[in-house]
């Protein structure tokens, strides 16, 4: 089955502590993207990439970092300079530039919380 | 004004009724629109395309009026599975091929038996 995974669905970390966010999708997308929601919040996108070896920041990058350094593949890097990381986190892809670049799908999201 | 504006919610509505979302956007470069339904805890999933002369699938009609820069949806004969919250989401295009969603806070909906 063609999809988007996240791993882990929960993550606990303390705060300082630097953590990384694994996305990977097996559906031959170019673009992938990185969001956050809160609660009651709509999401927002904190990194992009359109094609492998370049990202792009999002609309609150800061404290957070990218590599996209495979195609199927986009970690997200939560920083300890981020001074609210605990958020629900969602990866998406679509197809990138062309014919039906609009959809994205989903993965199923990481909930981290740091304390 | 916020890109994305959507009813504050929540609607809450007896089985079987017609229940409507409005959403604005204030980007009027914006070129495509989406609504978008998320379960509690879940990520979002694509509901409908809303195209310039409106669309229906099945319940589900979507309307789009670019001159007021306003999106809705209808909801008909609500079912219990129809509780969710619904986002309004726009796409505009960003530069050199890209294009980036903006996603409005959402509507929650809560179909009582």
């Known amino acids: 089955d063609g999809g988007i995974t996240q791993s882990p669905k929960y993550l606990f970390r303390k705060e300082g502590q630097n953590v990384t966010l694994s996305c990977e999708q097996n559906?031959?997308?170019?673009?992938m993207y990185w969001y956050r929601q809160d609660p009651g919040q709509g999401l927002r996108l904190i990194y992009y990439?359109?094609?492998?070896?370049?990202?792009q920041k999002g609309d609150i990058a800061e404290g957070y970092s990218v590599s996209r350094e495979k195609k199927e593949s986009f970690p997200l890097t939560v920083t300890s300079a981020q001074k609210n990381p605990t958020a629900f986190y969602l990866c998406?892809?679509?197809?990138?530039?062309?014919?039906?670049?609009?959809?994205?799908?989903f993965g199923p999201g990481t909930r981290l919380t740091v304390t | 004004r916020k890109e994305v504006e959507q009813d504050p919610g929540p609607f809450n509505v007896p089985e079987g009724a017609t229940v409507a979302f409005n959403c604005t956007y204030s980007?009027?470069?914006?070129?495509?629109f989406f609504w978008y339904r998320q379960d509690c805890r879940k990520e979002p999933k694509l509901l409908m395309s809303?195209?310039?002369s409106g669309n229906e699938d099945g319940r589900f009609t979507a309307q789009l009026n670019r001159a007021s820069q306003y999106i809705s949806l209808l909801i008909r004969d609500s079912k219990l599975s129809d509780s969710a919250t619904y986002l309004c989401?726009?796409?505009?295009?960003?530069?050199?091929?890209?294009?980036?969603?903006?996603f409005g806070k959402g509507t929650k909906l809560s179909v009582i038996p």
């Open positions: 998406a892809s679509n197809p990138g530039r062309g014919s039906r670049s609009y959809e994205q799908y």
């Open positions: 559906l031959n997308h170019d673009a």
């Open positions: 990439s359109q094609i492998v070896n370049d990202f």
């Open positions: 980007n009027s470069a914006s070129q495509s």
């Open positions: 809303v195209y310039s």
């Open positions: 989401v726009v796409n505009k295009y960003s530069g050199a091929g890209s294009y980036q969603l903006t």
